[in-house]
């Protein structure tokens, strides 16, 4: 079993940065690595969809990123501490949304039904 725990939303103004991070762990075993696995970061405004905003895998240096973060957002990992990263820049207003991390061991892609472990989300807000 695979736990994702995101941090580091808050409340900002357009053009500001932010710094997501996802600390994995897998309560299963005392000793563990991600390798296989694919870690990914979705988001959700009010009354939308879940929507995929960018994916790495954990043990290469493939990334994938939609196409309205990309130039923005990066996405990196620690692998010595089990974190996930989402560095937010030039934030506009329309990124505004509940943050989730996830991960999967189907693929790197783009649709939230290939991802079966989720965390509890961290909320961004950006004003205008």
């Known amino acids: 079993q695979v736990q994702l725990v995101e941090s580091g939303g808050g409340l900002v103004q357009t053009g500001d940065s932010l710094t997501l991070s996802c600390a994995a762990s897998?309560?299963?075993?005392?000793?563990?690595?991600?390798?296989?696995?694919?870690m990914g970061w979705f988001r959700q405004a009010p009354g939308k969809e879940r929507d995929f905003v960018a994916a790495?895998?954990?043990?290469?240096?493939?990334?994938y990123y939609a196409h309205s973060v990309k130039g923005r957002f990066t996405i990196s990992r620690d692998s010595a501490k089990n974190t996930l990263y989402l560095q937010l820049n030039s934030l506009k207003p329309e990124d505004t949304a509940v943050y989730y991390c996830?991960?999967?061991?189907?693929?790197?892609?783009?649709?939230?039904?290939?991802?079966?472990?989720w965390g509890q989300g961290t909320q961004v807000t950006v004003s205008s």
């Open positions: 897998r309560s299963t075993f005392s000793s563990y690595t991600f390798n296989g696995y694919i």
């Open positions: 790495l895998r954990w043990s290469g240096a493939d990334t």
């Open positions: 996830a991960a999967n061991t189907l693929g790197l892609g783009s649709a939230p039904s290939l991802y079966n472990y």
